[in-house]
Every structure is written in C-alpha cells, then in structure tokens.
C-alpha cells in the first residue's frame, strides 16, 4: 500500500466510523453497521461473541465492508475478551475513539464475551478526489 493510500485511510477510517460489515450463513447474505477504528490494514470493532455477525464470522471468516467510498474485503477475527492482557494496547485506541457513546450503557466490559472483531483487510477499491485506488492490503500488518 502506497503512503498516500495509507494517508486517506488513516485520515478516513482512523477514528470513529460506521461500517457496513457483510457476513454470509448457508448462502444468505447479511450486513449490518458497526462503529469501527481502522488501523494498519485491519478495522476493529467492540461487540459481542454471541451475536449473529460472530457466529457467521466463526463459520466463514470471509468478510466484505464498505463505508465512505471504500469497498473490500477481509478475514474477520474474534480477538477475545475486551479486557484480555493482549488487548490492553487495542483496547485504549478503541475506548478513545469510540469515546463519545462508549460508556453510554450499550458495552459491558465486565460480560466476558464483550469482544473484538478484527477484519484483516486483503483487497478492496477506495475512491478520493476523483481516483480510484485498487488496494491490496498486506498479508502482514505491521507499521510501515
């Protein structure tokens, strides 16, 4: 991904943003909007283990997104409990930008399967200023 895809993205998703995120069960499409944070190549959203989106994401990792003239697709992962050891550093990037509802009543951190869906993006066409960028993402997500 060139500095210049990696700008727009960053300056485009790297906050609090609503995603569409396509699930699929026995070859019937789902979508629904999450609150997401992006970051090197992967967004990231606060939500439950139990929900629908996860039990399809379990079955099928293969996700598509699409939010503010971005298209693609991904792997979606459940990383665990919100309040794993190996979340703290993800965790306080989410809490800052999803900060403004957070702590309205809808997440309970203290219900263990209060989780992270991460979707590691592979491809996808993002539109700015009139170009179109096709986008493979890298296998490896690592700060550039």
């Given at each position: 991904m060139t500095k210049d895809i990696k700008k727009i993205m960053?300056?485009?998703f790297g906050h609090d943003t609503l995603l569409s995120v396509a699930t699929t069960?026995?070859?019937i499409p789902y979508v629904r909007i999450v609150d997401a944070y992006y970051e090197n190549g992967a967004f990231?959203?606060?939500t439950y283990a139990l929900s629908n989106k996860m039990k399809q994401i379990e079955k099928n990792p293969i996700v598509a997104v699409c939010g503010e003239w971005l298209t693609a697709r991904g792997i979606g992962e459940n990383l665990g409990w919100v309040r794993d050891e190996k979340n703290v550093e993800i965790m306080s990037k989410l809490r800052a930008a999803f900060a403004e509802w957070y702590d309205n009543g809808h997440?309970?951190?203290e219900d263990n399967n209060t989780c992270i869906l991460c979707i590691k993006l592979t491809e996808g066409v993002l539109f700015h200023n009139g170009t179109r960028y096709d986008i493979k993402?890298?296998?490896e997500y690592v700060n550039e």
């Open positions: 960053d300056e485009r069960a026995d070859n990231y959203a606060v997440t309970n951190e993402f890298k296998d």
